[in-house]
C-alpha cells in the first residue's frame, strides 16, 4: 500500500486501500468526544484523491487541478521525535508537534490534554483524547513507550460536521506517503493529508480548512 504525492496534483494510491468517511462526534457542549464511521467508497487497485479542493468529486480527483493547482511539498521531512516537544505529568508525559494540528479538537475536551496528563486519575482520559488526534499531533507516553491506537490500513475522509467543515484525509495505520521527488515520509500510525490545496505544510494539513478553504 502506497500514497504517492503526484506533481500539481492529486494523491495517487495504490495497493487496495480501503476508503471510507469518518466524522469527529460532538457531546452536548459541542467537544469533540469520539468518532463516527460513515460511508464506505468503493475503490479500485489504484485511485486518486483531490488534493487541490476544486474537484467537483470529492474526495475524487476530477482533472480541476490542471485549471492551475501549487501543490509544491512544503513540509520539512523530519521525524515526529524531532519535531515534538515533550510535556511531563503525572505518571505519564504528552509529546506534541504542533505543526501538524489538524484541529480535530479532541484535545480540547474535559479541560484540555495538556491539563489532564497532570493528574493520575485523569490520565486515562489524556490518553484516550491524545489516541483519538487524527494528525498524530499528539502521543501520550507512558513507561517511556509511546502508547498508540490499533488502526487499520485505511484512508479516512474526515468530515467536520460540529463545524461543518470537509476536513483532511486521515491516512490509518503506517501507509508509505512518497513525496514527489520519491523520497518517503516517516511512516506513521497517524497522519493528516491536506485536500483542500492551501495548507502551508503540503502535504499535511495545517488547518487551512478551517480558515474558510474548502477541503
Ligand atoms: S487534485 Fe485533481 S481535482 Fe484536485
Known sequence: MRIKVLKDGPYEVTGNVPLKEMKIGADGAGESTHWVDGREFETEETYHLCRCGNSKNKPFCDGSHMHGFDGTETADNISYDEA????????????D??????VARFCDAAGSTWRLINDAETGE???RQACNCPSGRLTAVKDGKKIEPKLPKEIAVVEDEPEGMHGPLWVRGGIEIEAEDGTVYEVRNRVTLCRCGNSANKPFCDAMHMDGGEE
Do not use: F, K
Request: aromatic residues 4%.
Open 84 to 95: 515534538a516537544i515533550v510535556y511531563r505529568g503525572d505518571g505519564m508525559d504528552l509529546m
Open 125 to 127: 482520559t489524556a490518553v
Open 97 to 102: 508537534a504542533e505543526g501538524l494540528c489538524a
